[in-house]
């Protein structure tokens, strides 16, 4: 069975930092990409996940939303078919619920929820006073 795990989140004050997880099972990262999306509170119903960022299967490129870029990177540790997401300078518009997806053989570049059929569950990102 497909799976993705998120991890991770938690209340922080804005400027502060995160590490976010995406653990995987049933599957190898050697041939699947992973990206990070996020829905805000209150997000309208259909409207499509805001994408954060992915890493290519193979090659590792990345790839990141303007909404992020300079302040959110991914990384992987292959050993524990983990993913992380390293959120830094958070900032209150930053809280969300965050979700890692996978995509088998998939080249990141514009990537859409769409794409992404393997879902994890979400982890909670607050980020207030």
């Known amino acids: 069975q497909l799976r993705v795990v998120e991890s991770g989140g938690g209340l922080v004050q804005p400027g502060g930092s995160l590490r976010l997880s995406c653990t995987a099972s049933g599957f190898s990262l050697d041939y699947y990409s992973i990206a990070w999306f996020r829905q805000a509170p209150g997000q309208a119903p259909g409207k499509e996940r805001e994408?954060?960022?992915?890493?290519?299967?193979?090659?590792?490129?990345?790839y990141y939303a303007d909404s992020v870029k300079g302040r959110f990177a991914m990384s992987t540790d292959s050993a524990k078919d983990t993913v992380y997401l390293q959120t830094n300078s958070l900032k209150p518009e930053d809280t969300a619920i965050y979700y890692c997806?996978?995509?088998?053989?998939?080249?990141?570049?514009?990537?859409?929820?769409?794409?992404?059929?393997?879902w994890g569950q979400g982890t909670q990102v607050t980020v207030s006073s």
């Open positions: 997806a996978a995509a088998p053989y998939y080249d990141c570049a514009g990537f859409t929820a769409a794409h992404f059929h393997v």
């Open positions: 994408g954060l960022s992915c890493i290519d299967y193979g090659d590792g490129d990345q």
